[in-house]
């Protein structure tokens, strides 16, 4: 309780009181109650950073999930051949650091010296510049997508390994397709494990920050300084010295995380029952 009080209650105790006071040439640091939140509702940047994410979230989200729930089937199902490679295979990426990963998928993506630019040299091809503006969003997704199928894949894969050997039996008895025993045993089983992934998926989607902060430096015109709220947060403390309002971003970034965290898993709940 003591550790748990020191290193979570507390650093977030002092950002709600940070964000209460605002620091002014006349006057210094005065306490302006909500005024900063008033701001942080109507800062365009703020809300640009917002909707990106959510954009970002309502796309990639999905796809990284489904792929990583037919990993886990096809992994379960027995008839994959190497099955202990491919687990470990597609899990090992989770084990690169983001900033390691960013980094490498960075490299790949470059149009003059990179991947790509080599791709269009040896063909003759023209492929889309990843670092554009219109299309750093789909490329950071991609590098994201790549860091955590595999993990998402390890939950999925340990929820099927406890269903009932006996359902299986059952099924096979009543002569059930394996796209049978696919939607009516093993989906519903690993309900529970689908809402967790999705909860911690969210979750990531709000906090994105390793991969456009690094990514910056490749692509100063496509990535700005709000480009994630989590982004926004740190440009604002570290680059524009706003602790405050810094701190009111993220408390507002911390409560909309965790009142569609939990609105996602009341309605995984429901579902359940």
Not at 99 to 106: I, K
């Amino acid at each position: 309780m003591a550790v748990f009080a020191l290193v979570f209650l507390a650093p977030i105790a002092y950002a709600i009181y940070l964000s209460l006071f605002q620091n002014r040439l006349i006057g210094g640091n005065a306490f302006v109650g909500l005024d900063n939140y008033q701001r942080a509702l109507s800062d365009p940047q703020l809300w640009s950073a917002i909707g990106r994410v959510a954009l970002f979230l309502v796309v990639q989200v999905p796809v990284m999930l489904g792929i990583a729930l037919v990993v886990a089937l096809a992994i379960d199902s027995g008839r994959l051949y190497g099955k202990s490679f491919f687990r470990v295979s597609i899990f090992l990426p989770y084990a690169v650091p983001a900033v390691v990963a960013t980094l490498m998928w960075g490299f790949m993506y470059g149009s003059r010296f990179g991947l790509v630019g080599n791709i269009n040299d040896a063909l003759g091809t023209s492929l889309p510049d990843p670092l554009t503006p219109s299309w750093v969003l789909a490329s950071i997704g991609n590098i994201v997508t790549w860091e955590f199928v595999g993990y998402n894949m390890l939950i999925f894969y340990a929820a099927l390994r406890v269903i009932p050997a006996s359902l299986y039996e059952a099924a096979d008895l009543d002569g059930a397709s394996q796209f049978r025993v696919i939607t009516a045993i093993k989906l519903p089983a690993i309900r529970g494990a689908l809402v967790i992934a999705t909860i911690f998926s969210i979750i990531g989607s709000f906090q994105l920050f390793n991969e456009p902060s690094i990514l910056q430096d490749l692509a100063p015109n496509a990535i700005t300084t709000y480009f994630t709220p989590n982004f926004y947060a740190y440009s604002l403390s570290f680059a524009g010295q706003q602790y405050n309002y810094s701190a009111t971003v993220a408390i507002v970034m911390g409560l909309l995380t965790m009142v569609i965290a939990y609105v996602v898993q009341l309605r995984g709940m429901r579902k359940e029952r």
